[in-house]
């Protein structure tokens, strides 16, 4: 076991959780309690906000003064990650997908705009297709890692051609629920057994103890999807044919690397291609913007153009 072993998580507050510009808040599911943040006048559209793997509900907090100037701000901790609680063996996409059901459904309570990065925008993609009727007005996929994150997807890389060995490399070092805790081997491992720039992603935050989204992250979620049980009974292909709103789905910095053949990024060209494909045919409007030389997340390394992206295109869904 290393130093951090059982160290970090919702029944370790004090190791584990910093204070925040706006207050947090919980709710319950009946099986999970979600943690959020709100901010913004209730009499304003509400939006939805919904972060990717290893990202809490504050990694949207540069933009979400911005976004508040427009809409009712709801920013949310996923299951297994920030203050919301921990479901070992419990990480898929329609058990999470069904949180967010019960929370726009018990907190918010009217139709809502949804907007998610990464695995998050997987998920804004599954409440786009299954969410109750009436819902969801209009959903953002911020730069999603659509068919690369499967393992054996119908087009393009799969998983451990992207960052599934990062995701694998969690497991082995941190465990599920931080149960190992060797952070010293983690940074040793990294450069070892990941490619190049792989490592460099593992290491970004840090090296002398675990950055903080790490400490609010259950590195299980990195086993179901390197497990392949993320996605167990919902194909992208198969979610992606029953949109049912406006979609606009953003498309960020991507390219093969050139060491190990893999792609950094979130989905190639041909991917983001069949992804407007499928949710055309589904009769969903689709708007398609690509944004290369822009980092994963757009709403922390640009929140305002973020900001602006998100304002203009969900006004022009609206009217």
């Known amino acids: 076991m290393g130093r951090y072993a059982g160290v970090f998580g919702p029944h370790a507050p004090e ?43 504050w990694g949207y907090e540069p933009a979400m003064g911005l976004l508040a100037e427009h809409f009712h701000v709801h920013a949310v901790d996923l299951r297994g990650q920030g203050r919301s609680t921990r479901t070992p063996r419990r990480y898929t996409l329609d058990n999470i997908g069904n949180d967010l059901v019960r929370f726009l459904d018990g907190v918010i309570g009217r139709p809502a705009f949804v907007s998610g990065l990464s695995s998050g925008g997987l998920l804004s993609a599954w409440l786009s297709a299954f969410a109750e009727p009436g819902q969801v007005l209009a959903a953002c996929y911020e730069d999603p890692p659509f068919f690369s994150s499967e393992l054996d997807p119908v087009i393009g890389p799969g998983l451990m051609s992207t960052v599934g060995p990062l995701f694998a ?120 913007r690509s944004f290369p030389m822009m980092g994963h997340s757009m709403h922390a390394q640009d929140p305002a153009l973020f900001a602006g992206t998100l304002v203009d295109w969900f006004t022009a869904a609206r009217s």
């Open 169 to 288: 490399l969690y497991v082995k070092y941190l465990g599920d629920q931080w149960s190992i805790g060797d952070w010293d081997g983690f940074v040793a491992g990294a450069p070892q057994e990941l490619a190049g720039w792989q490592a460099h992603v593992a290491l970004a935050g840090g090296t002398a103890e675990p950055p903080q989204h790490l400490k609010e992250y259950d590195p299980e979620w990195g086993r179901a999807f390197v497990g392949g049980t993320f996605t167990t009974g919902c194909p992208h292909q198969v979610m992606l044919s029953q949109v049912k709103v406006p979609v606009l789905f953003t498309h960020h910095f991507r390219m093969l690397d050139d060491e190990s053949g893999s792609l950094i990024g979130a989905a190639t060209d041909d991917q983001a291609a069949r992804v407007v494909e499928l949710v055309e045919n589904s009769g969903a409007p689709l708007t398609y």
């Open 15 to 57: 190791s584990t959780y910093v204070g925040h510009a706006y207050p947090e808040q919980l709710f319950d599911t009946g099986e999970v309690r979600l943690n959020y943040a709100v901010a913004g006048d209730a009499s304003a559209s509400p939006l939805l906000l919904i972060p990717g793997q290893t990202e809490s509900w």
